[in-house]
C-alpha cells in the first residue's frame, strides 16, 4: 500500500517490480521518475466513439523529481501504426523531455505498462550499465518501432542510472493522457519547468517488490 502523503510516481515505483532488475532499498529511490502510456487507434483518421466523436491515438508523458515537484504533463495526439509503436514512442518522447531538463548524473525511474518494452529497458541498462551481471536474455524490439528504439537505447545510456517499473494501465497516470488527447490538449500548456530535486539521501527503508513480497517464516 502506498505511504500516506508520498508522491505519485515514487509510491507507483516502490511498489512495482523492476523486470530483471532487485536493488537494496536505498538504491531504488529515484531523482526523476517518468510514467509513459502510448494509445493506438485503428484508423489513422481516428475511430468513432459512441457519442459520435473521433477518438484518436495518443503519447502520455508525466514526470515528476523524488520530492513529488511535478516537472511536465503531456498529453498528445498520435497515428502509431500499432500499440507497440506507440509504446516505444511514448517511452522515446518523455525521455527526450527529461533530458532536456536533467543532468546526466540523475537517477531515473521509468513507470511502464508494457511488459516487453520494460523488460528490453532493463536488459538494456544490465548490459551498458557496467553490471555484474548479463541480462537474463537479449533485447527483442518489434520491427514496426522503426527507430525509436535506438532513441530510447541513445538516452538511457545518457543517464547515469536508469531502470524501468512495471505497472498495470489502470495505475498508470499516462494512460488518460495518452487515451484522450482531445481532452486534455489543456495540459501541454502547464508552465514548463526545469526542477533539480532534493536530495535523494533518506533514512527511510522501504524495501523494493522483490524483498517485501517474500512471506515470512511461519511459526
Known amino acids: 500500500m502506498a505511504a500516506y502523503g508520498r508522491p505519485t510516481l515514487r509510491d507507483l515505483f516502490d511498489e512495482s517490480p523492476t523486470p530483471h532488475i532487485a ?6 529511490h529515484r531523482d526523476f521518475y517518468i510514467a509513459t502510456d502510448g494509445s493506438f487507434r485503428p484508423h489513422s483518421g481516428g475511430a468513432v466513439g459512441d457519442d459520435g466523436s473521433v477518438e484518436e491515438g495518443g503519447l502520455g508523458v508525466v514526470v515528476e523529481t523524488f520530492d513529488g515537484e511535478r516537472v511536465v504533463r503531456l498529453s498528445v495526439p498520435d497515428s502509431s501504426p500499432d500499440n507497440n509503436v506507440a ?3 511514448a517511452l522515446h518522447l518523455g525521455l ?3 533530458a532536456a531538463r536533467a543532468p546526466t548524473n540523475a537517477r531515473i525511474g521509468l513507470l511502464i505498462d508494457h511488459d516487453q518494452l520494460a523488460e528490453n529497458v ?3 541498462v544490465l548490459a551498458t550499465h557496467g553490471s555484474a551481471y548479463d541480462p537474463p536474455h537479449g533485447v527483442s524490439v518489434p520491427p514496426s518501432t522503426g527507430l525509436h528504439w535506438r532513441g530510447i537505447q ?3 545510456n545518457g ?3 536508469i531502470r524501468a517499473a512495471r505497472i ?4 498508470n497516470p499516462a494512460h488518460p ?3 484522450a488527447p482531445d481532452q486534455y490538449a489543456h495540459v501541454n500548456g502547464e508552465p514548463d519547468r526545469c526542477v533539480v530535486p532534493q536530495t535523494t539521501t533518506t533514512d527511510e527503508r522501504v524495501p523494493p517488490p522483490s524483498r517485501s513480497n517474500r512471506g515470512g517464516a511461519s511459526d
Open 87 to 89: 509504446e516505444y514512442r
Open 96 to 98: 527526450d523531455v527529461l
Open 154 to 156: 541513445a538516452r538511457i
Open 168 to 171: 498495470s494501465s489502470d495505475r
Open 122 to 124: 532493463n536488459a538494456e
Open 23 to 28: 536493488h537494496p532499498p536505498r538504491s531504488h
Open 159 to 161: 543517464f547515469d542510472e
Open 177 to 179: 493522457l495518452a487515451n
